[in-house]
């Protein structure tokens, strides 16, 4: 091969690992957001927010309560990355404050850590299939395991409404209805 046919080769195959690999990195999702809903059985509120920092990482901010002299609040940082064209993975490691209604030891909540790691699909043009799965441990030996699954419809780009399943040893077993704002 001479050498301009070589280099006009080398130049294409840059050029489509450049493209390729940029595409790769994006992910199939928007992780810069606003979301409130409320719960039931037990009733109550949460909010959470999702600020993208960087390619594949984010930071997340959670709380919800009851209103019976309860809460769980959290923060921490977080990743996420695309699968394939359709799927994306998430996970986060979060610093846990949790106050439980009847809980008169601890006036500021009990301290926790956990991790979390799931996925979220799209199942058609504008639903969304979720799951996440994840741990939250306290400072004894008491680990409670956290597991959501549930959907979205995104009605705009800036907008979608969801719905989840909650079994999250934190409090009961609950449905999530929620509103998300994308940012």
Aim: net charge negative; glycine share 10%; no cysteine.
């Amino acid at each position: 091969m001479n050498t301009r046919k070589r280099t006009r080769v080398i130049r294409t195959i840059a050029l489509s690992l450049g493209l390729f690999s940029a595409a790769a990195s994006a992910t199939n999702f928007n992780y810069t957001n606003l979301e409130v809903g409320f719960t039931s059985n037990p009733s109550g509120l949460a909010a959470k927010a999702r600020l993208a920092f960087m390619d594949g990482a984010h930071f997340i901010v959670n709380g919800s309560s009851q209103f019976e002299g309860d809460w769980i609040a959290s923060g921490g940082a977080g990743f996420h990355a695309p699968i394939n064209g359709f799927v994306d993975v998430h996970g986060d490691a979060q610093v846990y404050s949790v106050k439980f209604p009847q809980d008169d030891k601890h006036d500021w909540g009990e301290l926790a850590y956990g991790v979390n790691i799931g996925v979220r699909a799209w199942v058609l043009p504008q639903m969304e299939a979720n799951l996440q799965v994840g741990q939250v441990a306290f400072d004894s030996d008491d680990t409670r395991s956290v597991v959501e699954i549930g959907g979205r419809f995104h009605s705009t780009d800036a907008l979608s409404i969801g719905a989840s399943y909650r079994a999250n040893g934190l409090y009961k077993e609950q449905f999530y209805l929620n509103v998300r704002f994308e940012l």
